[in-house]
């Protein structure tokens, strides 16, 4: 036989709500906690950010203080430093070696002068002709360290015997 199933679907259950709203207290309760700790991190990260943001405006502060404009007498003493390191900067062992290992023999240095503010010296030659003067010239043309190796003056000497050439070269050494 068939048992009759008797479904009541409106009658209330009691279900057991105390359990159920404890567990809601607790967890209401640890959102208000965890909300609280939320809002003091906010706070305590504000306030830092406000102290970085002070000391870093003091550093750069202090980074672009104002200097005083230099004196007189320190723009001498620059000005004076800078020559001085200008001279001592002179690759003159390289310049001797180019002026003075010229292949042939046919022209004599009488000086040589220097302008390092401009990177620059002048030759001061003797040759046999005016031929060696233009192959000397050339060569300090072809001339790794000097660029614009140029002929200022010359003077042929017509009172000494061979007629010699005497003349002056201005060139401008590159800066390493």
């Known amino acids: 036989m068939i048992q009759i199933l008797d479904i009541d679907f409106g009658r209330r259950r009691v279900r057991s709500a105390t359990s159920g709203l404890i567990l809601l207290c607790a967890a209401v309760l640890l959102l208000l906690v965890c909300g609280a700790r939320l809002w003091h991190a906010h706070a305590e990260n504000d306030r830092v950010q406000a102290e970085l943001d002070a000391v870093r405006h003091r550093t750069l502060a202090q980074k672009h203080a104002v200097k005083p404009p230099p004196t007189p007498a320190a723009k001498q003493a620059e000005k004076q430093s800078l020559s001085i390191l200008r001279e001592l900067t002179v690759p003159w062992q390289d310049l001797f ?40 010239l050339k060569y300090l043309q072809t001339s790794v360290l000097l660029r614009e190796a140029v002929l200022n003056d010359h003077l042929v000497e017509t009172n000494v015997p061979g007629k010699p050439v005497r003349f002056q070269i201005t060139a401008v050494w590159r800066k390493s």
């Open 97 to 136: 070696s180019i002026v003075e290992d010229y292949p042939d023999h046919d022209v004599a240095l009488i000086g040589i002068d220097q302008n390092p503010a401009q990177s620059q010296i002048r030759i001061t030659a003797e040759a046999k002709n005016v031929d060696a003067m233009i192959a000397y």
